[in-house]
């Protein structure tokens, strides 16, 4: 290629580059008139030198492309504001510029989250101080803090899920008791009780069916006092049941075991009316107890002073009685016909 070729395509290169940098559309730059010259030039070559032209100008053509979908990408990503996702609402966002909320008539409350704060507000209304439980806990306060001793088989019962360092997805919201118990030590100083719940998303590692999942919510109860007897508990708990399912129940217990309750109990309830129950229908609803005397000790309580109760159970279930939903696993599902029905 002779050097006045060479310098043509050379001068070409630099004038579009230039012009590339200060487009405000550098994709146009590719359909500049300098360009199209240069290949209306090649046909009127002598055949020798069409070639290497030819070759010269589409790499510049190819060089010029790569440019511009460079430059394209670097304008799109200085065009997006960087939006810290962790901070508040209004942090450091004008006014202007904060995203559009979609408002609340495009979506509906999750069954589950409405049901939990009927819950809440039923405990609540009877003195109970309420605590979100973890989602993800240490092996102290879902073993140890609860009296299951080091190796006991009974830690085999609740399949856990665990981190690689060790860290476990609670399998029941009694990994709060202990951190109630140490919070509402001093109460019982002052001649106070302690009256709690904590609720929460609980994990374990089954196969799922209709009635088994991996992730659910459990509403746990605390209560402590000089007096607290089981008789006090069990009257609790029916006003809880009656209360949500807004009718007179029968109640019944039979024996079960738990490291940090003696006695240990299921509670049962006669499937209510509105429920379609028949009677003679028992429903296990949730596990409870006395408080063991190590799980009082081990936050500094006297256990000769003091005794409490304490249950735990699951939400999805109660929901699940309540609405005739005959598959747990809707609840996570994530299906838009099935949280219609609720919305
Ligand atoms: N944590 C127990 C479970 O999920 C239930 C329970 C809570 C039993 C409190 C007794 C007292 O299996």
Known sequence: MNDSLTDH??????????????????????????????????RVLEPSERAPFGQAVNSLKVSLEKRVTAIEAERLAADVESLDVTAPWDAGISADKRPTVLTSDHGSVHPLMRELERVIDIFTRMGFQSYESRQLDDDFHMFGSLNFPEGHPARDGYDTFRTTDGLIAPAHTSTMQHRILLEGREKLEVGGQIAAISYGRVFRNEDIDPTHEHTFYQVEGVFVSKAATLGDMLGT??????????????IKTQPAYFPFVEPGLEFLIEKPASLDGKGGEWLEMLGCGMIHPNVLEQAGIDPMQYRGFAWGGGVDRLVMLKYGIEDVRHFESGKLAFLKEFA
């Open 9 to 42: 395509l050379n001068s070409v290169r630099t004038l579009l580059t230039d012009r590339l940098a200060g487009s405000a559309d550098p994709r146009e730059v590719l359909r500049a008139p300098e360009l199209k010259a240069l290949y209306d030039q090649i």
């Open 237 to 250: 708990l029916r006003g809880f049941f009656q209360t949500y399912y807004g009718q007179t129940l029968r």
